[in-house]
């Protein structure tokens, strides 16, 4: 796939750029990566890329003309086809998650765009299929929500990872992951959960669902709720606390509520 990135500092992705999993997806052939310089379609020696709002308050908003000329540059190189997805950043936007991430990833070109000081244009976003935040919190500009959301479409592209699927992260299957260990067995006399060295499978992988399922619903029981559970996850969910909240849980998710 190929992903634009529309800014007015380019320098920014100077490092994303050379990070080992941008590079892996680029020479493997899966992602070509481009970065356009908004400042490059602004007008005269002094670059006109903002100005102060009408009906007045603090601040610049960028101006329609720079940014959508970038946009009809970058869409131009397609040849007029009609196949990129244009994402403008910003709080306002719905916010970015794994399912997200996915649905990108199978674009053949995805266009993200980069706002700065107090936003852009409103008439801006007109040109967007999309408005997309990566959380509840004000950036100083769209770089580093760029750059998130890039990062998490590109591991997901054939051979970007070196090894290991991504099926089993956080999210993927709508649960936080299992906790993880690696070397050595005991580190400061704490040792890592006897099952890991047992060589069963079979019992690992309970042990695995019923620790993302303790953890999802201590951390992030919203993820829970909605969820068709299978009788296993039904059956740990049990265990795993007799509070009456887990009860009105597993009842809300039975009701279907
Ligand atoms: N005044 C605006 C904030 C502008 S922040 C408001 O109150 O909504 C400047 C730019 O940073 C935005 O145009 C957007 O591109 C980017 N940005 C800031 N926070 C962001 C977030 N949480 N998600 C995505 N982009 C963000």
Known sequence: MKITILTMFPQLFDGFLQSPVVQRAIRRESLELEIVDIKEF???SFRHIDDSPFGGGAGMVMRCQPVLDALRYVKGEEGGA???F???????????CQKTARRYKELDHLILICGHYEGMDE????HAD???SIGDYILTGGEIAAMAVADAVIRLLPGALRDKSTEEESFENGLLEYPQYTQP???EGEAVPEVLLSGNHEKIRKWRLKESLRRTLERRPDLLAGRILTEEEEEFLRELG???????LLRDLKSGK
């Open 130 to 132: 999309e408005e997309l």
């Open 82 to 84: 009609p196949a990129s």
């Open 86 to 96: 244009t994402v403008a950043l910003s709080p306002a936007g719905t916010v970015f």
């Open 185 to 187: 067995a005991v580190f």
């Open 42 to 44: 602004a007008p005269g």
């Open 242 to 248: 007799t509070a009456g909240e887990t009860k009105e």
């Open 123 to 126: 008439r801006i976003y007109r």
